[in-house]
């Protein structure tokens, strides 16, 4: 499947790439409600027929993601949708997510079938950092430990020492920085300044972000919290500093929800992909969850706690996928041989 970082302009800095791909998604697709349940039935068959299990993320549309879980495949964050993945007997997997998820899919078990609802839902942390611009770096500090969040390509993963996810980027650089190494991060940089912050590592960022939660605003939550101010703030560490800072609990998509069960307030105001919505409402209905704002000063609204490609994932496309076995992911292997020792660092890291 062919990602299409490498068809914007070489020379454009990280964040042009990315506003110049957003000029380009298509409109969504939505399923007419009348056809829902007659899709889902179909698509339940085929599952089973074809001995597929579905994977798909917390940010997918609701009907994914419970189908999902009744035909015995998985919801969940990137770090246990790539070990569910690995472990899974079917030989086709879906994954309904965005390409980075695709490709660790494939990468870690080459001889399973990998394919994907759209082949356009890729990631403004992948997009903003292209290969050939993240060699040049690493070639630059070359005394540093190259770590990389997972929301990449696998050609940048090809490039790194380690992979992690938002649920252990936190521990991975701890436990590096008390080996004495010096970090060099992509592409996030407020993940990496949040962990940088958690654990006083040396860390060199690269300029990259998310498109939906950068847009969560300090003002927005305050706003909100004088209205609710008994409620507990969720953040995911995408988000900027000051919504950080405000956080109750910060962590990766399964870790929020977890936050949510055990938190005693009875309002969450969540700084995430509305997605998650679906199964933390499930985790603690007598709870209100409220959408932290993207609203206020400076907001663009781009996205709006909305991942424009997470919901390329539609049913159209799962049924197409299922059908007519579209959208395979290929990497190619020896970039796939290199990536699979970052990754693996990432597998068994306190397995
Ligand atoms: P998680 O690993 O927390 O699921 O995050 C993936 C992601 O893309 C968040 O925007
Ligand atoms: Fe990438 Fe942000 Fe979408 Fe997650 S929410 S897939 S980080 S653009």
């Excluded at 958690?198 to 706003?223: I, P, R, Y």
Aim: aromatic share 6%; glycine share 6%; with cysteine.
């Amino acid at each position: 499947m062919a990602l299409d970082s490498e068809k914007l302009l070489k020379n454009a800095s990280p964040r042009e790439q990315v506003r110049r791909y957003l000029n380009k998604i298509p409109i969504r697709s939505q399923n007419p409600k009348s056809d829902e349940a007659d899709t889902l039935k179909q698509l339940r068959d085929l599952l089973e027929d074809k001995n597929v299990s579905l994977i798909a993320h917390y940010y997918t549309n609701p009907a994914i993601q419970s189908l999902a879980e009744e035909t015995g495949g998985i919801v969940s964050d990137s770090l246990e949708m790539a070990r569910f993945g690995q472990r899974a007997e079917s030989q086709v997997l879906i994954i309904a997510g965005v390409a980075f998820m695709g490709e660790t899919a494939k990468i870690i078990s080459p001889c399973k079938r990998i394919l994907m609802p759209s082949a356009y839902a890729t990631c403004s942390l992948d997009i903003g950092c292209p290969a050939n611009q993240f060699e040049a770096f690493c070639d630059d500090n070359p005394d540093r430990t190259v770590v990389v969040y997972a929301n990449t390509s696998a050609a940048v993963k090809a490039r790194a020492d380690w992979v992690v996810t938002s649920r252990i980027a936190v521990e991975v650089i701890d436990f590096l920085d008390s080996r004495g190494e010096k970090i060099l991060w992509a592409p996030d940089r407020y993940l990496g300044s949040y962990v940088q912050r958690e654990t006083g590592a040396d860390m060199l960022l690269w300029d990259g972000s998310c498109v939906v939660h950068e847009e969560f605003k300090v003002q927005g939550v305050l706003n909100m919290l004088n209205i609710y101010p008994d409620a507990a703030i969720l953040v995911h560490p995408e988000s900027p500093k000051g919504v950080v800072d405000l956080a109750d609990f910060v962590g990766s998509t399964s870790q929020l929800i977890s936050a949510a069960r055990e938190m005693p307030n009875p309002q969450l105001i969540v700084a995430t992909d509305r997605g998650i919505l679906y199964k933390m409402q499930q985790a603690v209905p007598d709870k209100q969850l409220l959408m932290a704002p993207t609203a206020g000063n400076g907001a663009t609204c781009i996205s709006c706690g909305d991942c424009p490609w997470m919901a390329m994932n539609t049913m159209e496309g799962l049924l197409d996928c299922l059908t007519s076995e579209k959208n395979e992911v290929h990497v190619d292997p020896l970039i796939a041989d290199k990536a699979m020792v970052a990754l693996n660092r990432m597998l068994d890291f306190k397995k």
